[in-house]
């Protein structure tokens, strides 16, 4: 089977189509990143509270959104998150609900909010948030079974433990009464419960939490270590082919980035660690793209000698068509399976290598291999002479000599 | 050519054995049960992926300078004082931002040199140098400050290491971190209780034993207004609980030295008991050097009061009634669960300095379960997909792409196995890239071959051909891709770091499967090949 065989398409014809492509999704990006939504980082990069709740019954955003006001929170940002039957909610808080000396001061009142007043009053404890540590604490302290001696805390910490599994995997993170426990932790273990906590309809299923001084060095260190490992790539084609090369491969890869970013500030998703992860595969990949077809641009050069660049260029692309649009074809299928089955979790870093994916393999064709073709023909009206930036043949030469 | 040709495959078996055994070890039964637990115990999970809770926290490395000067200054009065050297008073201008300095004024002119002398002796850490007015500033030698601060740092990650030790926690991670100057990574895999674990670390347990001056007063300006609205030089004013039964509500406040007599430190144990009115009490014993300085502090201050300081706050304030060498206790409105905590956190050493939390992080066990589920699941699908295409679309070639993927996935896995390199979701973005060029090797081998028989070569020749092109091309993508991901491993930390490892695993398994492994399938695959038969591709 073959999809393409000896596709002779004028790419280079069609460079000013692509340059008004690129610049259209790039400009785009750029207004929606200086005028409208700015870039839309994650909490690891700005700071601030995420809470991820889960709810026993459908919850009311309403509701909640009341809960949270009455408890002096300012403007959290409430929205149900995964599937509808999760009844799963996601409350994210600002930087400021974070204070220097408790980091955890939003997350602590989103969970007080949440729980119903009357029984937080009675002084009892919330089954569904109380981790099993606390309930270990608890537990030894009470000595429900009567053990006394050095190894009750392992013996209740194993009870505690079983008691959060069960609550965890069995259902679903939300206990709807502390009867439920009854077989899964010894008699006197539950009475004692009984008496001395409450069941609230939720459970605090995944915090994260960032400061502001985590937040800005890591953005600056995502920054940094994307850079400079641009440049080590711009430094080892420079090394393998010519310069230009490197700057056009490295140019593309700005490119890439730039759209993929415009377009989470476009759709207003947060740009988080994952995502971050994302856009250094997608670099990856088109940077891989470009290389291949730069590859075959230098067989060529050696190979064509009376062609003129333009000619070897769009040659090569066709030459390579087939690959290109094959690889990239996988692995779309393969990330885009991610984006359709991967869960909430994987949404954003999928998404960025869907959208990666495919303007990777766009601008290795469309922005990286014409930028040679430009260069030449800028260099050409300069010093008023053609000559091929490409495979050195001086270099070549030096070679054949030796 | 065919000897060469049993070799190959010998050395790729022998690759295929080495890493399955890198990523099951030696498991104790073959069923998928028995193969899952064997895998699951060799290749590690991130906390996003096993759910767990995450911490970073900063070391307050000033704290430990400041203690440091204090004690200089202590010592420094002591021994200015045996040598008759007047002096007008020593003072910290700046405690907060400058800890390493502070100032001496008013030497008397006449002892200068004596001064100079002692300072040199007694205090070698610290730079001496004059001000007008006979006045001094000493100031804590860069390298010294450095040392203390990388000591406190390291310090505090023992200490909250053997804390997390007695929660019970299995495979800790608590190492310094990166990003910042004195931050700590706490990585603690199954505690969803961060609120706990924060109570055990968190609780500074700066225990020392002070020189009560004044108090108890009721409030802040009670306690100025009796030291005539200002406080010695050497001496704070401190919370503490209500001590003593005075009839009064609420917090009492109480002036006390600045410098210590003993603290954490000097420690020995630290046991939870009853005291003779069966009051939860911790009783503590202290090393010989701190009981030769409690016993100093105690005969010298017979009659005066002591208290006892935990993390700046008044726990306990007593007369002293005789020299006491060694032993002491600590009484306060303590709860059972109360002294045994406090035990706990003075029997493993003392924080040297305030920690602050810069993050918090707690995936919940069952939502970490979910999106491996959800991710693995995803990523078997798109495998199957491209495996099945690469089938129809190259033939028996196709198995040929097949089999160096899988192996490629097994290599990485395995490398992951033996560096017990932790897999975390970026680090799965790591192995999404590494597919994907590894499917692209493929293709490009196979593509350059029909190519080649395209333009009437033999297969043979072909196949030769296409691997020979196709491996610039190859070694192109890769080490540019390896070079980026060095650097990114070099520069970045966590999450970008996760990504580098296993993208550099896959990458270097690449190479292998995809030109090794490869060409020697279709060398096989030739030398059972008729001659003038098409090749299937």
């Known amino acids: 089977m073959e999809f393409f065989r000896n596709t002779n398409i004028d790419f280079l014809g069609k460079k000013w189509y692509f340059l008004a492509f690129s610049l259209i999704f790039s400009v785009a990006g750029l207004l929606s990143i200086f005028f409208w939504h700015g870039i839309p980082l994650g909490v690891d990069f700005k700071g601030g509270t995420l809470v991820y709740v889960k709810f026993a019954n459908t919850p009311d955003l309403n509701h909640i959104r009341a809960a949270m006001d009455r408890a002096g929170l300012k403007d959290p940002k409430i929205q149900r998150y995964g599937e509808a039957g999760n009844n799963e909610v996601l409350v994210a808080l600002e930087q400021r609900e974070t204070s220097e000396s408790a980091l955890d001061q939003g997350k602590t009142t989103i969970i007080k909010a949440l729980e119903s007043g009357e029984e937080r009053q009675s002084g009892k404890r919330d089954v569904n948030n109380t981790g099993p540590s606390s309930l270990q604490q608890y537990l030894v302290s009470k000595d429900p079974l009567h053990l006394g001696g050095i190894d009750a805390p392992a013996r209740y910490l194993v009870i505690a433990q079983q008691i959060d599994d069960f609550r965890n995997k069995q259902r679903g993170g939300v206990l709807k009464s502390v009867d439920e426990l009854k077989g899964v932790a010894p008699a006197e273990v539950v009475a004692l419960m009984e008496q001395d906590f409450f069941t609230s309809n939720f459970a605090v299923r995944n915090v994260e939490i960032v400061g502001p001084q985590v937040g800005g060095q890591l953005r600056k260190q995502a920054l940094w270590a994307t850079l400079y490992s641009l440049g080590g790539m711009l430094v080892y084609l420079w090394f393998r082919f010519e310069l230009i090369y490197g700057v056009g491969a490295v140019v593309a890869c700005f490119h890439d980035t730039i759209i993929t970013i415009g377009f989470f500030s476009l759709l207003n998703k947060d740009i988080t660690l994952t995502v971050i992860a994302a856009i250094l595969t997608l670099i990856g990949y088109s940077m891989n793209d470009t290389i291949v077809v730069y590859d075959r641009i230098r067989e060529n050069i050696k190979l064509l000698r009376r062609d003129s660049l333009a000619d070897i260029v769009n040659k090569s692309i066709n030459q390579t068509l087939s690959r290109t649009i094959l690889t990239s074809g996988l692995t779309f299928l393969t990330v885009l399976s991610l984006y359709v089955f991967g869960g909430e979790v994987l949404r954003g870093f999928s998404l960025a290598l869907v959208i990666g994916i495919l303007i990777g393999t766009y601008s290795s064709i469309a922005i990286a291999a014409p930028m040679l073709v430009a260069y030449q023909e800028w260099r050409a009206k300069k010093s008023g002479r053609a000559t091929l930036p490409a495979a050195s043949a001086a270099r070549e030469k030096a070679k054949a000599k030796a | ?537």
């Open chain 2, 1 to 537: 050519m065919i000897k060469n040709q049993t070799l190959k495959v010998g050395i790729i078996i022998a690759v295929l054995i080495f890493f399955l055994f890198g990523i099951f070890g030696i498991p104790k039964s073959f069923t998928p049960a028995g193969l899952l637990a064997a895998m699951q115990e060799r290749i590690h999970l991130g906390l996003d992926l096993k759910g767990g809770t995450h911490l970073i926290l900063q070391v307050q490395v000033n704290d430990a300078i400041n203690a440091d000067s204090d004690r200089a200054i202590e010592r420094l009065k002591d021994d200015l004082k045996s040598k008759n050297i007047a002096y007008g008073e020593m003072v910290k201008p700046d405690p907060q931002n400058h800890p390493e300095t502070f100032h001496v004024n008013g030497v008397s002119p006449q002892s200068i040199g004596d001064f100079r002398s002692l300072v040199s002796d007694r205090l070698p850490d610290y730079d001496l140098t004059s001000g007008p007015n006979n006045s001094f500033t000493l100031t804590m030698k860069p390298s010294i400050v450095k040392d203390t601060k990388t000591k406190a740092q390291q310090q505090a990650i023992e200490t909250i290491r053997n804390r997390i030790d007695q929660l019970g926690v299995s495979e800790p991670v608590i190492q310094e971190h990166g990003l910042g100057e004195y931050q700590i990574l706490v990585q603690l895999p199954g505690v969803d209780d961060p609120a706990r674990v924060k109570e055990i670390m968190q609780s500074t347990a700066m225990l020392e034993i002070r020189q009560a001056l004044g108090g108890p007063y009721g409030s802040e300006q009670e306690a100025m207004q009796a030291n005539g609205g200002i406080l010695p030089a050497n001496a704070v004013l401190l919370k503490g609980k209500n001590i003593g039964g005075t009839g009064q509500q609420g917090d009492q406040y109480w002036v006390i030295t600045r410098a210590s007599a003993v603290s954490g430190s000097d420690l020995r144990t630290a046991d939870a008991g009853r005291d003779e009115n069966g009051r939860p009490d911790v009783k503590f014993t202290l090393t010989g050097e701190g009981g030769r300085r409690f016993y100093a502090f105690t005969s010298a201050h017979v009659g005066e009061r002591l208290a006892v300081v935990l993390d700046n706050k008044v726990m306990e304030v007593a007369t002293i009634q005789e020299a006491i060498r060694d032993e002491d206790r600590i009484t306060g409105a303590f709860t059972e669960q109360q002294t045994q905590d406090l035990s706990l956190t003075l029997r493993s050493g003392a924080l040297p300095a305030g920690i602050k939390y810069l993050e918090e992080r707690t995936v919940g066990p069952s939502l970490g379960a979910d999106s491996i589920r959800e991710g693995v699941r995803a990523a078997v699908f798109g495998m199957v997909a491209v495996m099945v295409f690469m089938l129809v679309y190259y033939k028996y070639a196709g198995i040929n792409a097949d089999l160096g993927l899988i192996l490629n996935l097994v290599i990485l896995l395995g490398f992951l196995g033996f560096t017990g390199a932790t897999l975390t979701l970026p680090g799965i973005a790591g192995v999404i890239l590494t597919v994907g060029m590894g499917v692209d090797s493929n293709v490009l081998i196979l593509e350059r071959i029909r190519e080649e028989l395209r333009h009437g070569k033999t297969p043979p020749q072909a196949v030769d051909q296409g691997f020979k092109h196709a491996w610039t091309t190859i070694l192109d993508t890769h080490v540019t891709t390896i070079v980026s991901a060095i650097i990114l491993f070099l520069f970045g930390t966590g999450p970008v770091r996760g990504f580098a490892v296993t993208l550099s695993f896959g990458l270097a398994a690449n190479l292998f499967t995809a030109v090794f492994v490869s060409r020697t399938i279709f060398d096989s695959i030739l030398s059972r090949h008729r001659r003038g038969e098409a090749l299937s591709i």
